[in-house]
């Protein structure tokens, strides 16, 4: 089983920068990939960001150049860097981890942070 607790959220303006931190505990030694997701409201959940035990990352095309997933050790937590922010960026945003343990795998969800970019 693993833990996850979000932070940092809030508002911030269009254009602006925030940074989201996910901490994990329980069973961290098993997570093989940590990543980022967002749901507004009357949306799917989407992924924005994912990043691997060995630092492969990946990013939705909407944030690409403009966000920055950081993750270096399963016992630290994962960041997201949020720059030049767009009301669209807005949403909770949720923190997952996914785990391996032999051949079985899992996956563990935040309870999500509001995110709202607007002046």
């Known amino acids: 089983q693993v833990q996850l607790v979000e932070s940092g959220g809030g508002l911030v303006q269009p254009g602006g920068s925030l940074r989201l931190s996910c901490s994990a505990s329980?069973?961290?030694?098993?997570?093989?990939?940590m990543g980022w997701y967002r749901q507004a409201p009357g949306n799917q959940r989407e992924m924005v960001a994912v990043i691997t035990h060995d630092g492969s990352a990946g990013y939705a095309e909407s944030v690409k150049g403009r966000f920055t997933i950081s993750w270096d050790s399963p016992r630290n937590p994962m960041y997201l860097e949020m720059n030049s922010v767009k009301p669209q960026d807005s949403g909770v945003h949720y923190c997952?981890?996914?785990?391996?343990?032999?051949?079985?795998?899992?996956?563990?969800w935040g309870q999500g942070i509001q995110v709202t970019v607007s002046s």
């Open positions: 997952k981890a996914e785990t391996k343990l032999g051949d079985y795998r899992d996956n563990f």
């Open positions: 329980g069973s961290t030694d098993s997570i093989i990939r």
